[in-house]
């Protein structure tokens, strides 16, 4: 069942992808196993899913080990700085430096390990309180500075929009967002290395495709409902 679930989601994507005449291969999909068990997560693995986000660094580091070796693990959550050091190396990406401090902090770990992070500035793209992340004006200037920090790489930009009934309702949100990457990348900031926009969930994924997103985030719609909203904050 979950491989079905899997496999309609991407069909979903790939749909998205084909009414904005973009590439289906453009976008990756993230399966966001929060909450759930390392068996279901192998279900998923089955149907062809080789990316998984984790918004937790211990339950992330205690799934990694019970499962094959090629899963790409995304960390998809608040991190705190006194975590750090433990899940630099063990992610492909860090997609929630939400401020300076914590990028510092992830450089001295590689620095340490010899080893270069790659990251997405979190970014309030609707001004949210409730909500961690730069906002829109701050996000250039932060990359600036982080561009400038030898073993961190700036892959591009992440979201989490405001949840909504409707995914059309967030289509400004992303596309707000879209506009920074672009910018950003024609200025250079990164030195080419902004490939990526992370945007999209279960609620709004098809409409982030659209507007641009090269990674998505689903959870519920892949695992089903979980115990907890466990989002942003
Ligand atoms: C939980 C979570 C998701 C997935 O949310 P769904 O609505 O279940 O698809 C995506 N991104 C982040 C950062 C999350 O914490």
Not at 27 to 48: C, D, F, N, R
Not at 53 to 58: D, I, K, P, W
Not at 173 to 195: A, E, S
Request: charged share 30%; net charge negative; proline share 3%.
């Amino acid at each position: 069942m979950l491989e079905e679930q899997y496999r309609e989601i991407r069909e979903r994507v790939d749909a998205a992808c084909l009414r904005a005449g973009r590439k289906p291969e453009e976008v990756t999909l993230i399966a966001v196993s929060k909450t759930k068990p390392a068996e279901m997560i192998q279900q998923v693995y089955h149907a062809g899913a080789r990316d998984f986000g984790e918004n937790r660094v211990q339950e992330l580091l205690e799934k990694e080990p019970l499962l094959p070796g090629d899963i790409r693990w995304h960390m998809i959550g608040h991190l705190q700085t006194n975590k750090v050091r433990q899940i630099v190396g063990k992610v492909c990406l860090i997609h929630s430096v939400d401020t300076l401090h914590l990028a510092e902090e992830i450089q001295k770990e590689s620095e340490k390990r010899g080893i270069c992070t790659d990251i997405l500035l979190e970014v309030n793209a609707a001004r949210e309180e409730s909500k961690y992340g730069f906002f829109l004006e701050e996000a250039e200037e932060a990359a600036v500075r982080i561009g400038q920090m030898p073993n961190v790489r700036i892959r591009g930009l992440m979201t989490i929009a405001p949840l909504v009934r409707c995914g059309e309702e967030n289509r400004e949100v992303f596309r707000n967002l879209y506009k920074l990457y672009v910018d950003m990348k024609t200025k250079n900031i990164d030195n080419g290395t902004m490939t990526e926009l992370s945007m999209g969930m279960t609620g709004d994924f098809e409409t982030a495709v659209e507007e641009g997103a090269t990674m998505v985030r689903v959870g519920t719609g892949i695992f089903g409902a979980r115990q907890k909203r466990e989002i942003g904050k």
